[in-house]
């Protein structure tokens, strides 16, 4: 598929279903983009759709088969919206660290296909409020879904989840007191299972 240089064929590209539940238009959607009046469309729409069918399948879906709604916070960058957000300060890392990242049409430094997408889990916001333990959902993820990287945010326990081929399997948080990392390999905390780190969160449901 060609880079979308008509209504018609972004219409198109919107309408490529990645998942069962989600479609690429979902996925789309850039704050920076609408207030500056840029186009958030991939230049290797082929190549987005690949990531972000895989990053659906193996991430999206079953956190939503097991936990109900989530939201879409953010996702795909063009390469062009996430050089304006990093040089303008609005949270966006440098082009060279979001590709196989936001940016979800250019292959990392390494040669994989990635794809981020910035999600809030519902279910997670009473017992997030509630008890400040982002940590319930990044072990679950951590014992349970194909990741490369998650990223958690304070506000509703926002995480950049990242699907990426050869993944790294990281955890960081920003959320205080917890911030930095929570677990990569190497870490002692790294193997095994981590059942009673979610089981209260779980029985809450």
Request: glycine share 8%.
């Amino acid at each position: 598929m060609r880079k979308p240089q008509s209504v018609r064929a972004l219409e198109d590209l919107g309408r490529v279903r990645l998942s069962e539940n989600f479609f690429m238009r979902d996925f789309l959607h850039s704050e920076i983009a609408s207030l500056h009046g840029m186009s958030n469309i991939p230049d290797d729409p082929d190549l987005a759709i690949a990531a972000g069918a895989r990053l659906c399948g193996a991430v999206l879906e079953p956190l939503m088969a097991q936990f109900g709604r989530i939201s879409i916070r953010s996702a795909y960058r063009s390469a062009e919206v996430n050089a304006f957000g990093n040089a303008n300060g609005f949270n966006c890392g440098r082009n060279e660290t979001n590709y196989g990242g936001h940016i979800w049409d250019r292959r990392d430094a390494r040669g994989a296909m990635g794809a981020t997408a910035c999600v809030i889990v519902h279910a997670l916001i009473p017992y997030y409020e509630g008890t400040g333990r982002w940590e319930a959902l990044a072990w679950w993820i951590h014992d349970h879904l194909d990741y490369d990287e998650l990223e958690f945010f304070p506000r509703f326990a926002a995480v950049n989840i990242n699907w990426r081929e050869a993944p790294r399997r990281r955890i960081h948080s920003f959320i205080p007191p917890r911030r930095g990392v929570l677990t990569k390999p190497g870490m002692p905390n790294f193997a095994g299972r981590h059942d009673g780190e979610y089981a209260e969160w779980l029985a809450s449901l």
